[in-house]
């Protein structure tokens, strides 16, 4: 029996693996054929070759923790859709003269990408838990806001980020819990 060579192996699983995302894909509301990975897209805009996609460019112009919110790609429209934080007029006028009829621009978002990363963050702590709320997945939105799956008790987690956070600023549903799954090969 001839054996694939370990490299050739290697390129298979890493092909694979891109193919599958690596991320959680999801549409995103309002805009048909869109898709984001936590709440960035990566880049689908076909057309444009320069040295940074026009996502990248915007991400790092308006930065994580100062303007920048999140980012849809909508390929079918080959625009993007950047979300702001009261960014200022001569950057959005910046990013729309690198990649011009690309960006269409939302600049009242309520939160920083940045800022919504710091939340994220603090939701793995003890003090949730001891509130009877067992957080199983958290991610930010590209809108200012972050999503956190519990197990139970969602209108109780619900009513505990809004009196911490405030209204509006975390969105809480119910999800279950990852399953570990088991290599096959290890059993016998």
């Not at 621009?105 to 990408?113: H, K, Y």
Request: hydrophobic share 40%; aromatic share 8%; net charge positive.
């Amino acid at each position: 029996m001839k054996r694939a060579p370990v490299a050739v192996t290697v390129v298979i699983s890493v092909v694979a693996l891109a193919g599958c995302g690596g991320s959680r894909f999801a549409s995103s509301p309002g805009l048909a054929g869109a898709q984001y990975r936590h709440g960035r897209l990566a880049p689908q805009v076909p057309h444009l070759t320069t040295a940074l996609d026009p996502i990248s460019y915007a991400e790092r112009v308006a930065g994580d923790n100062r303007y920048f919110a999140g980012v849809v790609d909508d390929p079918h429209h080959g625009t993007v859709h950047l979300n702001l934080v009261h960014a200022p007029q001569s950057l959005i006028t910046r990013l729309r003269a690198a990649y011009p009829d690309t960006f269409v621009v939302d600049n009242n978002a309520p939160r920083t990408w940045g800022f919504v990363l710091g939340l994220q963050r603090a939701t793995h702590s003890s003090y949730w838990k001891a509130h009877g709320v067992d957080i199983v997945e958290s991610w930010p939105n590209q809108y200012g806001s972050l999503h956190v799956g519990v197990t139970s008790n969602v209108a109780v987690a619900q009513a505990l980020f809004d009196v911490k956070y405030g209204p509006g600023v975390v969105h809480v549903s119910r999800a279950e819990p990852a399953t570990p799954v088991t290599d096959p090969r290890r059993l016998g």
